[in-house]
Structure formats: structure tokens, C-alpha cells
């Protein structure tokens, strides 16, 4: 757009000043031409002739300003209370170096309207440099493994990640019994335990379908009892030199010894365990073999010890572990039934924006064989279809029934594969009894 065609412009504004569109259109051709001092004096002129200039137009003027390196001059554009006003403030306030002033803009620009949040900003905000090498000396590891530190067994047994109880955990009551029976209460009241002569320790091994639950039990156990809890992260105990991996497992278990009263909790154990006529290699055979003698070993004092293992795959873990004093109580953990799905959902919602009262028994209802990871993916799915229609609108939209229904049609239950494969475990390998949960759950709820 030529000089000529911009002055036509300007001249029809100012004939009708309250025409803020066409002022919009003077700026912009200004602006694309690469003249923002002719831009920002045309939005001047026009406010100091007394022309209506409508909140879009104010919003452009101060972008060009900050652009400009003149933020202050974009400030005395950007006077109103709305989040988009607040957005352009702490742009400026952060171009004239005033940095807390912009984070506390930025901050309430985005409480108001969510959409508006800008992580490229927020960087700049911070003002943080990442210096690469020093990221890339922390990723490195030393291959040498000649002996497990004390040190190195601290980073192994890995913290949980943020406390959790067992009112985190919808339903599973008869599982948290018998957690609290074997794990909670010795810890809690040793003295009667010593008075029957009872020993507190051994283990139990949660099994399952995946994301039902076994790992945030483990979690809620130690949230819920005072002793320590160690989580062995299964990567860190796999070495690839002989004899390593089981001088790490010792480690751990002397580490667990020394903090007694402790929970060492093993997931994914069947890594560890594996059944020995299947393996391939020795050294496979001989950390199996290390794991039992730590387990109850002719040297070992595991007193206030107690060992709790999950896995998916049950069938996998070797016969031996099974045995009175290792893992003497197997507890089957079953995907929720309807109640539990409801107390699932329900929490999964609680705190976001929702409109209205969403029908949390009917959702339960529908997502038969949901785990509560599945769940977790479900309400994921609508949370996204929500931002997107919020994205769409510029305006914060809160999730309604019709999003979840949209996630119903994307999320799918887990659980039927893995129930598919313990019922034939259960019917044609149940050795002793060992899968007669998994029957029971399959006669109960296979028509819920």
C-alpha cells in the first residue's frame, strides 16, 4: 500500500472517528511497511483529536511500541483491566526491565484468561541460560563399575516422587487390609508383635492388570506407615559386567537393614525374578539366586524388613519366590469396579474447571473395564478437547459432559488383554490355587 492509499485511509477515519476499524487498517499498512514511528503518531493523533479508539486497536499500538524498544509509550496505551491489557503490560514492563512488575501482570493475565499463557514468555521472564555442557556432564554415568558406593546406593533407592495416602487410592479395600495387617500395624505396634512372638517382615507381591494401582499402593504404604521406604529404581540394579547386579542388590538390602524399620518396594520385580528354567544366561540364574538369599537367607536378618514387589506378569516370576518367608502373601489387585470408578472420576475432576454437576455414576457405568489409569487418560482426552475449544474461542471454556463423551470415542479399557491371559493362567496353570482371585473377580464382575 502506497503513501497515497494510506493518506485516503486516514482522511475517511477522520471523517468518521469512530470508525476505529479503518485507524486499525492506517496502522497496520504503516506498521508493514516498517515504519512504526508513522504508526504509533497516527494512533496518538487520532486520540488527541478525540476519535473513538476501540481496545484492539490500543492493544496493537502498544505491541508496536514494545517492538520499538518504547515500552512506556506502550504503557499509556495499555490502561484497562482486561487479561489481554495485563498480557501487553508485562511485555513492556519486562522490555523497560522491570521484571517483577511483569511477572505479577503476567500472573494475573493468566488467573484470568488460561489460554493467554506463553511459555516462550515465561522464559524470557525467568531469564534463565542452560548451560549445555554442564546439562550433558550430569547426564554422563561412569561405566566402570568396580564396587556400589554408599553414595551410588542412595541414588538407587529413589524417594517417591510426592506422599500419598491410601484415600488417594479408590476402592482395593480388601488390599489395604491386608497391607495394613502385614506392613502398617507391626510398625505401629511392635510391642504386641513381640509379645505373640511374631516378627515383623517377609513380603507380599501385588499383581494385576496395568495402571490399576499397584505402584500407588506402594506409594500410599509408605505415606501411610512410619517406617523408611527405599523404591528400587529396576535399572539401576541391571549392570551389564558379572557379579555387579548382585552386588547391588546386597547393597540394597544392607541399606534397607541398617534403616529397619523399613519397606523396600520392588516393581517390575519380574526383571529381577524371572523364572530360571527360562533363562538363557547364567548370570540371569545367579541374581534370581542372589534375591532368595537376601530374601531369607541362612545370614540374613531381614527383622523389621518387609519386602513388597508388584508386577504384571506373575506368571513370569520364579516358583521359589513364592515360598513362606519370601513373598508368602500374593494379593491379586483387580481393575475397580463401578463404585471405585466413580471415586476415581470424581477426584480425577475435582479442581478443574467444570461446568455444571457431570454425572460421575453414569461415566463409571460406561467405562466397564477401565483401570484407573484409563481413566486418568480418559479425563486427560476430555481436559484436551476442553483447551482446544478454549484455544478456539480465546476464552476459557470448562469441560462439559460433550467433551467426555468426545474422549469415549479415543480411549479404550486396557484391562480386557491382560484379563484374557490370567483367565487362562487361572484355568489351565492355577498350581495350588494361586489364581483362584483372579477366577473369583472374573465370575463376579465379568457381567457387570
Not at 542412595?154 to 506392613?183: H, M, N, S, T, Y
Request: hydrophobic content about 40%; some cysteine.
Amino acid at each position: 500500500m502506497d503513501d497515497n492509499q494510506i493518506e485516503a485511509l486516514l482522511r475517511a477515519f477522520q471523517t468518521s472517528p469512530s470508525n476505529s476499524a479503518l485507524l486499525g487498517l492506517v496502522i497496520d499498512a504503516w506498521a508493514a511497511r516498517g515504519d512504526t514511528a508513522r504508526a504509533l503518531a497516527a494512533g496518538e493523533n487520532a486520540l488527541a483529536a478525540g476519535a473513538v479508539i476501540d481496545d484492539a486497536v490500543r492493544r496493537r499500538l502498544a505491541q508496536l511500541a514494545t517492538g520499538g524498544g518504547e515500552p512506556e509509550r506502550a504503557l499509556e496505551w495499555l490502561t484497562g483491566g482486561a487479561p489481554e491489557d495485563l498480557l501487553g503490560r508485562a511485555r513492556a514492563l519486562l522490555t523497560a526491565g522491570r521484571r517483577e512488575q511483569a511477572e505479577t501482570c503476567y500472573r494475573d493475565a493468566v488467573t484470568a484468561n488460561a489460554t493467554l499463557q506463553d511459555a516462550a514468555f515465561e522464559a524470557r521472564l525467568r531469564g534463565k541460560v542452560v548451560a549445555f555442557d554442564a546439562v550433558r556432564r550430569g547426564l554422563e554415568r561412569s561405566i566402570a563399575n568396580d564396587d556400589t558406593a554408599a553414595t551410588e546406593t542412595v541414588r538407587v533407592l529413589k524417594p517417591a516422587a510426592e506422599r500419598a495416602v491410601f484415600d488417594d487410592v479408590g476402592g482395593l479395600d480388601e488390599v489395604k487390609r491386608q497391607i495394613r495387617r502385614r506392613i502398617i500395624t507391626p510398625f505401629q505396634k511392635p510391642s504386641l508383635f513381640d509379645r505373640f512372638r511374631r516378627k515383623a517382615g517377609g513380603g507380599i507381591l501385588m499383581y494385576g492388570p496395568p495402571g490399576c494401582g499397584k505402584t500407588l499402593l506402594a506409594r500410599a504404604t509408605a505415606g501411610e506407615c512410619g517406617a523408611k521406604f527405599l523404591n528400587v529404581a529396576i535399572e539401576d540394579v541391571l549392570d551389564m559386567y558379572i557379579g555387579e547386579s548382585e552386588r547391588k542388590l546386597h547393597a540394597m538390602f544392607d541399606e534397607a537393614r541398617r534403616q529397619a524399620p523399613a519397606v523396600l518396594f520392588f516393581d517390575e520385580i519380574e526383571a529381577l525374578g524371572g523364572r530360571r528354567e527360562f533363562s538363557r544366561e547364567a548370570t540371569s540364574s545367579k541374581l534370581v539366586s542372589q534375591f532368595l538369599s537376601e530374601l531369607d537367607g541362612f545370614s540374613q536378618n531381614n527383622h523389621n524388613v518387609l519386602i513388597l514387589g508388584a508386577t504384571n506378569v506373575p506368571w513370569a516370576i520364579d516358583a521359589a519366590f513364592r515360598r513362606p518367608g519370601r513373598f508368602d502373601r500374593v494379593l491379586f489387585v483387580p481393575p475397580p469396579d463401578a463404585p471405585a470408578r466413580q471415586t476415581i472420576l470424581d477426584r480425577l475432576l475435582r479442581g478443574r474447571p467444570v461446568e455444571g454437576k457431570i454425572d460421575t455414576a453414569a461415566l463409571a457405568r460406561r467405562a466397564r473395564g477401565f483401570s484407573g489409569a484409563d481413566l486418568r487418560h480418559l479425563i486427560e482426552t476430555a481436559v484436551d478437547e476442553a483447551i482446544d475449544d478454549s484455544i478456539a474461542a480465546g476464552v476459557e471454556t470448562p469441560m462439559r459432559d460433550t467433551h467426555i463423551t468426545r474422549a469415549f470415542g479415543q480411549v479404550r479399557p486396557t484391562t480386557v488383554e491382560w484379563l484374557t491371559t490370567a483367565r487362562n493362567y487361572a484355568r489351565y496353570a492355577n498350581e495350588g490355587g494361586q489364581y483362584d482371585d483372579v477366577l473369583e473377580f472374573l465370575k463376579q464382575h465379568g457381567r457387570e
